[in-house]
């Protein structure tokens, strides 16, 4: 499986964009990036996900490097309910679809 | 907007008690999981099916049980509880197994076994 790596916390000020980090130097060319969050509590939130090109939701959006071993993931105004612990996930291609969390990046956004 | 729902959201149990946790999905989906999170372990997927009828082995099945009969709801079933099974339990569904097809959670199912 590719290996994801991610800054284990990071901190962003209420109102700023937060720009969260994620290396896959080992993806292959069929391997989607996925981001999803969890807030305490709650179940996985799925964000974005993409192949090779940039992509963006209502949400976030997600920037992939030409050579796609980095990717970044935008919030662009974040608040107080962003406060997470985000996962950036390479998909695996299988019959089943899996789906492997890694330890993720807390995000804490201060007011 | 449903989505995926887990009941019941919290129980506690006595060691070699059994219980049923019930997922329901309201988007058609045809593939179906079943997580367990532990802290420091990440998710790990205990069983998963993709369609009715059909239920296979993830990577943690040992002590579960699933059923699939009808494609709205997966179940998952503890035969003999035991304290190893204290968890928060996540079902996931999707379209399908494409790549390009995201993981839906709901908001899980926090279990003790005491």
């Known amino acids: 499986d590719a290996k994801t790596t991610q800054p284990p916390s990071m901190d962003c000020a209420e109102g700023r964009a937060a720009n969260l980090p994620c290396n896959h130097s080992?993806?292959?060319?069929?391997?989607?990036v996925y981001w999803y969050r969890q807030i305490h509590s709650q179940g996985p939130q799925y964000i974005i996900h993409?192949?090779?090109n940039n992509e963006t939701n209502e949400m976030a959006s997600l920037i992939i490097t030409e050579d796609r071993k980095s990717s970044t993931l935008i919030l662009p105004h974040a608040t107080l309910r962003d406060t997470a612990v985000y996962y950036c996930?390479?998909?695996?291609?299988?019959?089943?679809?899996?789906?492997?969390f890694g330890q993720g990046t807390i995000l804490t956004v201060h007011p | 907007n449903a989505g995926v729902t887990q009941t019941p959201k919290f129980r506690v149990l006595k060691t070699g008690q059994s219980m049923t946790l019930l997922c329901a999905q309201d988007?058609?989906?045809?593939?179906m999981y079943w997580y367990r999170q532990d802290p420091g372990m990440g998710l790990r997927l205990i069983h998963y099916?993709?369609?009715?009828?059909?239920?296979a082995k993830g990577e943690v099945p040992d002590g579960y049980n699933v059923s699939r009969l009808k494609k709205q709801n997966f179940l998952l079933g503890l035969e003999s509880a035991a304290p190893s099974q204290t968890s928060v339990y996540f079902c996931?569904?999707?379209?399908?197994?494409?790549?390009?097809?995201?993981?839906?959670f709901g908001d899980g199912t926090r279990l003790s076994i005491l």
């Open positions: 996931a569904s999707s379209y399908s197994q494409d790549s390009n097809q995201p993981q839906h």
């Open positions: 099916s993709v369609g009715e009828g059909t239920t």
């Open positions: 996930i390479v998909r695996v291609v299988t019959s089943y679809g899996k789906l492997t």
């Open positions: 080992t993806i292959s060319g069929n391997e989607y």
């Open positions: 988007m058609n989906h045809e593939y």
């Open positions: 993409g192949l090779k």
